[in-house]
């Protein structure tokens, strides 16, 4: 099994009050086969830290709104385990 962690290439994407910033987390599941996306905006399930809202967030992304980064295991399990303690907050 593969594991990824992404940052968002459209900060457009991720605006509020004039602000924006390029979302970055890990990938939760991958909808398609990276070099076939589906075309729907729904390839990738992922969750990253919203700092306008500050809380951990989950939403879908297209594969071509998103840089990827392959990561070992327990890189990635690293980080599911740093947002589940601040959603245990």
Same mark, same amino acid.
């Given at each position: 099994?593969?594991?990824?962690?992404?940052?968002?290439?459209?900060?457009?994407?991720?605006?509020?009050?004039?602000?924006?910033?390029?979302?970055?987390?890990?990938? $939760?599941?991958?909808? @398609? &086969?990276?070099?076939?996306?589906?075309? /729907?905006?729904? =390839?990738?399930?992922?969750?990253?830290?919203?700092?306008?809202?500050?809380?951990?967030?989950?939403?879908?992304?297209?594969?071509?709104?998103?840089?990827?980064? $392959?990561?070992?295991? @327990? &890189?990635?399990?690293?980080?599911?385990? /740093?947002?589940? =303690?601040?959603?245990?907050?």
């Amino acid at each position: 099994m593969k594991y990824y962690f992404f940052r968002d290439t459209d900060n457009e994407s991720n605006l509020l009050d004039g602000k924006t910033y390029h979302a970055a987390g890990y990938v $939760e599941k991958l909808y @398609c &086969e990276l070099d076939k996306p589906n075309n /729907s905006g729904k =390839d990738l399930a992922v969750s990253f830290f919203d700092p306008f809202e500050g809380m951990i967030t989950s939403a879908w992304r297209a594969v071509n709104e998103v840089e990827l980064f $392959e990561v070992a295991e @327990c &890189e990635y399990q690293a980080l599911v385990k /740093s947002y589940d =303690d601040i959603n245990a907050l």
